[in-house]
């Protein structure tokens, strides 16, 4: 275990955290494993008010204290007179720094009861500040509130991360009650559709888990079912600043402008179906709706038709419903490092693929091809922050590359276009692609690869007159492993995540994609794997990714990048996307820390980036190459206080001391209550990961 700060980039910033390392550096890391043997006895009093079913649990750096391990927490026990009192006795290391956090456990219900509390225990929050202590003399006692500082400052309780739980969600978003208008087979029955109209686009929805049969031997019908969270992420009425939340049993409004999720988290989830309880306009008499784990578990993410019955068992509508399986990480990652806050005192300069775009920016495109080693080393110089894409080759190596799609010539002058999502690796870095945007004449269009993908890797007079380049010779499709080795490592990374949007994406790219949990894993697995000091962001386009990424983890970051007012980008069916406020309802929903923006309408109107990080308690960046390569529209962002502009023009950009803002605004992680934080980092560091 190492602990210590590094700076990153060419504007001095600082990242503090704590690095898990193999091999020999184990054993110099800290004074708490390379120090003396000796342990004394320490007793850990916290103040902390918990529910019924919540553990107050402890997570540290020594062995005492489970080494971070997800696995190795530290369970205190309810002080006997008073409830809100909860103690641990251990045994650390003596006269040495020992660094800890508090996590909050909750116990889930399970259909098993032969699982015991132990095995049923799983995170719901973690402490994103780190506590430290050093240990001097025999039977200390160490007395500190649970999400407050020894000093009165917060220390910003996180949402914690999925271990060994997965979380069903079911989501409501621009879907109508439907009539029935074809005879529908039911519990193995024949029944004619009722002759229904809905009221309005209005209705009430509620959303009953119970267990399903099973054939195990130690299956509990009469278990109880995990509770259901009902939330509201966007409403048409009010424009909701954030989730309204739900009792289990309440009932929820929803309007066809609305996005309304229930979800849950279960150690379960083959075994748990939901009745989905809906009642009509003002109707004061409801449909049910029965959703089966066959259905719903068909993919990661499934769209799913369910029938509606009167009470008559009469067939009464059907509803339509987006469900969503967010499963953990194979390996979890441990709580040694959690993203606490960001450091607002200046503007990140963030390179747009490294350099810039090689597609749109002409004459002015930078000498290095986007999405390259060489790209990304160079901006590097000029920059804070590097941007790039990550998606997936066929046989599922993570490498940079922005669109789905690629051209490739032949010899007969036909020029197609190939999925990145079909080549393997060993393709990928062989064939020759062409990446002129404007083709010569008598070039003819072929929609899809050749048959035979063999032979593009030769590369002949006409694919070299073509501007055609050999991808490894101009580093195009680098693994992100690649880029992490190749890529100095005080180079800080935004991370976007290219995973396809069912409504904006081509139907021909989104057919037969990867699963969003196996896609997500292989990009992680490498980020954990190499990220080592280096300071990573990550962001998507994608509202089901940014779910995944921010459930799957909390080390790193995530941002959700939208599309609003950026034509011909908006994707008119998801309304998270229609406008800045939308966007910010579903950041507070998921509790994410910052959303990136097109900056055209920022710009028009300054006094939104002002009221989206002082009011609404959020990171705030931007993209969009027309406005951020205009260097007074760039100075305009600065000035009210931006937190980072994505640019292509880097090379006419002003120096370093033109991104310091001159108000220090620190944006709480703690986004999903919008509370705002004026503790914190040094004036120096662009986030703390304690």
């Known amino acids: ?11 001095g910033l600082q990242y503090n955290c704590v690095v898990l390392s ?46 971070w391990s997800v696995d190795g927490l530290k369970c205190l026990k309810r002080a006997k007179d008073d409830g809100s009192v909860w103690q641990l006795t251990c045994d650390l290391p003596a ?11 909750v116990t889930l219900p399970s259909c098993a009861p032969s699982k015991s509390e132990e095995q049923r225990r799983v995170i719901k929050e973690v402490e994103s500040v780190q506590r430290s202590c050093v240990i001097t003399s025999d039977n200390e006692t160490l007395t500190d509130t649970y999400g407050t500082a020894a000093d009165g400052s917060s220390t910003r309780p996180d949402l914690g991360f999925l271990t060994k739980q997965q979380e069903v969600r079911i989501m409501l978003l621009r879907q109508k009650l439907e009539p029935l208008t074809s005879p529908l087979v039911m519990y193995g029955q024949s029944a004619a559709p009722a002759v229904y109209t809905p009221h309005s686009d209005v209705c009430k929805v509620r959303v009953e888990p119970f267990w399903m049969s099973s054939s195990t031997s130690d299956f509990d019908q009469r278990a109880a079912s995990p509770p259901v969270q009902a939330k509201t992420q966007v409403s048409s009425t009010g424009r909701c600043k954030g989730p309204s939340p739900h009792g289990r049993d309440d009932w929820v409004d929803y309007n066809i402008d609305d996005v309304v999720v229930f979800s849950t988290q279960t150690l379960d989830s083959g075994c748990l179906g939901f009745r989905l309880h809906v009642r009509h306009g003002k109707s004061s008499v409801s449909s049910i709706g029965t959703l089966l784990p066959e259905q719903y578990m068909q993919s990661s993410i499934t769209t799913v038709t369910v029938p509606l019955l009167s009470q008559q068992q009469q067939c009464a509508g059907c509803l339509v419903v987006e469900c ?32 810039g775009s090689s597609e749109k920016l002409g004459k002015d495109c930078s000498a290095y091809m986007e999405n390259t080693v060489a790209a990304f080393t160079a901006a590097g110089e000029v920059a804070d922050m590097v941007e790039f894409d990550v998606q997936l080759s066929s046989d599922l190596v993570p490498v940079i590359f922005h669109d789905f799609t690629f051209f490739t010539r032949t010899s007969d002058k036909q020029r197609h276009e190939v999925r990145v999502q079909d080549c393997s690796l060993a393709t990928l870095q062989t064939i020759n692609m062409d990446t002129s945007y404007q083709p010569p004449s008598g070039t003819k269009f072929v929609r899809g690869p050749p048959s035979d993908l063999s032979h593009l890797g030769v590369c002949d007079s006409v694919l070299a007159q073509a501007r055609s380049v050999s991808t490894r010779s101009d580093g195009v499709f680098p693994t992100l492993e690649e880029v992490f080795q190749r890529v100095p490592e005080e180079i800080a990374f935004d991370v976007e995540i290219k995973y396809p949007m069912l409504d904006y994406d081509p139907v021909d790219v989104c057919t037969s994609y990867f699963d969003i949990n196996i896609f997500i894993d292989k990009i992680l697995e490498v980020v954990f794997r190499c990220a080592r000091k280096r300071f990573i962001v990550l962001t998507s386009f994608c509202p089901r990714t940014t779910i ?10 995530v941002v959700y990048l939208s599309n609003i007012d950026a034509p011909p980008y908006e994707i008119p069916n998801d309304i998270r996307c229609a406008s800045l406020s939308e966007t910010l309802a579903f950041a507070h929903a998921e509790a994410l820390p910052g959303v990136a923006c097109m900056a055209g309408p920022l710009v028009e109107t300054p006094s939104l980036i002002d009221d989206v990080i002082m009011n609404q308690g959020m990171l705030l960046f931007t993209w969009g190459g027309a406005t951020n390569n205009n260097v ?41 209550k919008g509370a705002k934080d004026d503790d914190a980092t040094s004036s120096q560091s662009c986030c703390a990961c304690s």
């Open 1 to 11: 275990m190492k602990f210590g700060s590094w700076n990153l980039g060419a504007g």
């Open 548 to 557: 995944c990424l921010r459930r799957k983890q909390s080390t790193f970051p």
């Open 22 to 67: 193999s091999g020999p550096e184990i054993g110099e890391m800290t004074s708490a494993s390379s120090g003396s043997s000796e342990l004394l006895s320490c007793t850990f009093k916290v103040k902390a008010t918990c529910a019924t079913d919540e553990t107050l649990c402890l997570s540290g750096g020594c062995s005492s204290l489970g080494n």
């Open 632 to 672: 007074d529209h760039v100075a305009v962002q600065v000035k009210h206080g931006i937190n980072g502009i994505v640019i292509d023009t880097l090379h006419r950009m002003p120096g370093p001391e033109a991104f310091a803002l001159n108000v220090r605004r620190a944006a709480p992680l703690d986004s999903c």
């Open 95 to 105: 006269t040495c720094k020992v660094e800890y956090r508090y996590v909050l456990a």
């Open 324 to 355: 969503q399986v967010v499963k953990p990480l194979n390996k979890p990652t441990d709580l040694s490092r959690v993203y606490s806050s960001w450091d607002t005192s200046k503007c990140l300069r963030i390179g747009h693929r490294g350099m």
